[in-house]
């Protein structure tokens, strides 16, 4: 079974950077590469959404919610089993849980979620 970790969230300044990641550990049925990888951020109170996705294979397909085009950037390295999101010009809005998914063929796998903080 698959286990996902995220980590490198935190506290920062509005217009500052973070750099999310998720490293995949434990059993990868298929290869990680086969696994098309996505984040997400959760506020209390709403509903999980999408902040940004990456193909399978070596990434070069990518989307982005609206708020995260041209500030996130998400990325991959198979050899590392790792999920990237680097967030720059971070606004108070970005503060939320920042989850990572992995999937496979219907399969999700989901990370425990990473706070970030970003101050005035």
């Known amino acids: 079974q698959m286990q996902l970790v995220e980590s490198g969230g935190g506290m920062a300044q509005t217009g500052g950077s973070l750099r999310l990641s998720c490293v995949a550990s434990?059993?990868?049925?298929?290869?990680?590469?086969?696994?098309?990888g996505s984040w997400y951020r959760q506020v209390p109170g709403k509903e999980r959404v999408l902040v940004a996705f990456?193909?399978?294979?070596?990434?070069?397909?990518?989307e982005y919610a609206d708020f995260a085009q041209g500030r996130f950037t998400i990325s991959r390295d198979n050899g590392q089993k790792t999920i990237y999101l680097q967030m720059n010009g971070l606004s108070v809005e970005d503060t939320a849980v920042y989850y990572c998914k992995v999937s496979l063929r219907a399969k999700d796998y989901w990370g425990q979620g990473t706070q970030v903080t970003v101050s005035p």
């Open positions: 434990g059993y990868v049925h298929g290869g990680y590469s086969a696994y098309t």
């Open positions: 990456i193909a399978s294979g070596s990434g070069g397909l990518t």
